[in-house]
């Protein structure tokens, strides 16, 4: 079934407040190390990553482990943003860049990953346009069982960057003024759940894309295969001058495939859906 599991019980498992760790969540004050000081304890078991409600300056995004919720208290009362320019003066391929991130360069494949993953209730917010992807407010890579839920995204390059994750729900996500993608998977995603979510932006390369390509794209498998995609109940708006994308493309050129999917009853507004191949 496509139930949203992520394994992790707050009842048994441990709650780091980032407050408790000094985090002030004033608007001003900048709250990473308390976010990481926070977050360290999750490495042992597990856990919820508890960010109350307020308004939180970071200056570089938080790693989180296996068996991790993060919570905020809802999207409207729930904020971090990135200071300008965050993390600055490091490559694009930093995972800093993310508000919070998992990417386990150190896995070989999926089976070695990390698992059971969960954000919700938080606005993410980098307050500038930039057209690079590494900009992701949520970089995931060899997750298995991945949940975004009820969170809200403004700016950026993507909202989230998945790559190689098995079993991730997407759900009642909003997005505005991304540049690059709102909902990215790429390298081989397994199945994906993309359900009632909002995307907005007046420029972008795509809305969605779900791509079995593995990065980089030169020396990528011919023979990468994409699973399930479902993708329901959503709505894809561009208010600027073009009609942008949403893009399913094991491209025609390679050996790359898609088993199966389901798009329906989603609302398009000056977008399109393109299958196969880059437009």
């Known amino acids: 079934g496509d139930m949203q599991v992520t394994g992790v019980d707050p009842s048994t498992q441990g709650i780091f407040n980032v407050r408790d760790y000094g985090a002030l969540g004033d608007g001003v004050h900048d709250d990473t190390n308390a976010f990481a000081d926070a977050a360290a304890g999750l490495f042992a078991s597990g856990g919820v990553l508890f960010i109350p409600p307020g308004d939180y300056v970071v ?36 995972p800093r860049y993310s508000f919070f991130y998992n990417e386990n360069w150190a896995a070989p494949d999926l089976a070695s990953g990390d698992s059971d993953i969960s954000v919700e209730g938080i606005t ?8 690079t992807n590494a900009f992701a407010s949520l ?17 950026g390059g993507n909202a989230i960057a998945v790559r190689g994750c098995e079993q991730t729900w997407m759900t009642g996500n909003s ?6 993608c709102a909902w990215d998977f790429w390298e081989g995603p397994g199945t994906t759940y993309v359900r009632d979510n909002y ?11 779900f791509n079995p390509e593995v990065s980089p794209i030169a020396s990528s498998p011919l023979d990468v295969v994409g699973k399930r995609l479902t993708v329901e109940g959503n709505v894809f708006k561009a208010t600027g001058a073009n ?24 609302i398009l507004y000056r977008t399109f859906l393109c299958v196969g191949v880059e437009p």
């Open 175 to 180: 997005a505005y003024e991304f540049r690059n």
């Open 124 to 131: 993410f917010d980098y307050s500038w346009y930039t057209l």
């Open 59 to 94: 200056s570089y995004g938080t790693m989180i482990p296996s068996g991790t919720v993060v919570q905020g208290s809802g999207r409207s009362n729930t904020r971090v943003r990135a200071i300008v320019n965050f993390p600055g003066a490091v490559p694009n391929t930093d």
């Open 199 to 209: 995307a907005e932006t007046s420029d972008t390369n795509q809305m969605l894309n």
């Open 243 to 266: 009609f942008e994308p949403i893009q399913i493309e094991p491209l025609a050129n390679r050996d790359n495939s898609i088993e199966s999917v389901v798009f329906s009853g989603n």
């Open 139 to 155: 970089k995931f890579r060899y997750i298995t069982r991945l949940s975004i839920r009820d969170c809200r995204f403004y700016y």
